[in-house]
């Protein structure tokens, strides 16, 4: 009851407040979502990271109602499986067809399958503490994959020297995240809550130091050639390069030739898109 007890009154304003700034963590891919249906397709976006962050509110939720007296985590959780649900559903509104399939697939897998295992599984083969601690521990496992899952697009950045992929106010946002609801569980002694979020945290400052470092550096734009099978053609040879940065000027081709096109584009959006999207961490709690 450390959580919501005004006895404990430190506790309270920790996680109220973290309840306040992964609220707004959980609003940052609205304009990817305003985006989708101003043009009517996902443009590339990924569901993935929709789908753990869904599966991880689940988690979050199902660990506090085992624990008891566990409000705080519930109520941003809660409100995370409603935004996630919504970011999903409009997502298969509007993906093509094997984005649809596969997204899907993911959901009854993770959100379906693999929740009904856990939740069967603590349920029946634990009773009593051993029931907190197991699903304590396995809300740590998965969030500890979670974090890790932003090395991917460290790993970008000092490829391309490019922070394009990692705004500052996402890293931001999740690092004090992080620390906010490290101090909370820290203060009502529950280390499941605790433990994740200080690779949160350490993560987050890796991203801040990085952008600092490379936020004026100049980009290497060799990685116009990735997802492809490279261009091989000379410069007299020509190809159709269609305009898909906007949608009502998607009708229209350009001839042009290569060596142009490459100055035209010097990075391509859908690239550049995915790479923001897969950035997005996941609040752990």
């Known amino acids: ?34 985006r989708i249906f101003k043009s009517k397709s996902t443009e590339g976006f990924q569901s993935v990271p929709y789908v753990v962050a869904l599966f991880s509110a689940m988690l979050w939720i199902f660990y506090a109602l085992v624990k008891t007296g566990e409000g705080l985590l519930i109520s941003i959780n809660a409100a995370g499986c ?15 067809r094997k984005a649809k399939i596969f997204t ?21 083969a634990f009773h009593g503490e051993t029931r ?8 740590v496992g998965f969030s500890v994959c979670v974090f890790v899952a932003p090395l991917s697009i460290i790993g970008r950045v000092i490829k391309t020297k490019s922070v394009e992929y990692m705004p500052f106010s996402l890293s931001l946002t999740l ?15 529950d280390k ?21 470092f490379y936020m004026n550096a100049t980009p290497v734009v060799s990685d116009l050639k990735e997802g492809k099978e490279g261009l091989k053609m000379s410069a007299e040879e020509h190809v159709v390069v269609i305009n898909v940065g906007k949608s009502e000027k998607s009708s229209g081709a350009v001839v042009r030739p290569v060596t142009e096109m490459v100055k035209a584009v010097p990075a391509a959006p859908g690239q550049q898109v995915m790479a923001l999207d897969s950035a997005r961490s996941v609040d752990v709690v």
């Open 104 to 124: 899907a697939k993911i959901v009854v897998l993770l959100n379906v399958a693999g929740f009904g295992l856990i939740l069967l599984l603590t349920l029946f």
């Open 192 to 212: 499941y809550v605790a433990l994740p979020n200080i690779l949160g945290f350490t993560f987050g400052m890796i991203q801040m130091v990085l952008y600092m």
């Open 175 to 189: 690092t004090l995240s992080a620390v906010v609801w490290f101090l909370y569980g820290l203060l009502i002694k």
């Open 1 to 34: 009851m450390a959580g919501l007890s005004l006895e404990h009154p430190w506790a309270f304003a920790f996680g109220l407040l973290g309840n306040i700034i992964s609220f707004t963590s959980l609003l940052a891919p609205i304009p990817t979502f305003y």
């Open 132 to 139: 907190v601690i197991s699903l304590g521990w396995i809300c």
């Open 82 to 96: 409603v935004i996630e649900t919504v970011y999903i559903v409009m997502y298969l509104v509007y993906a093509p």
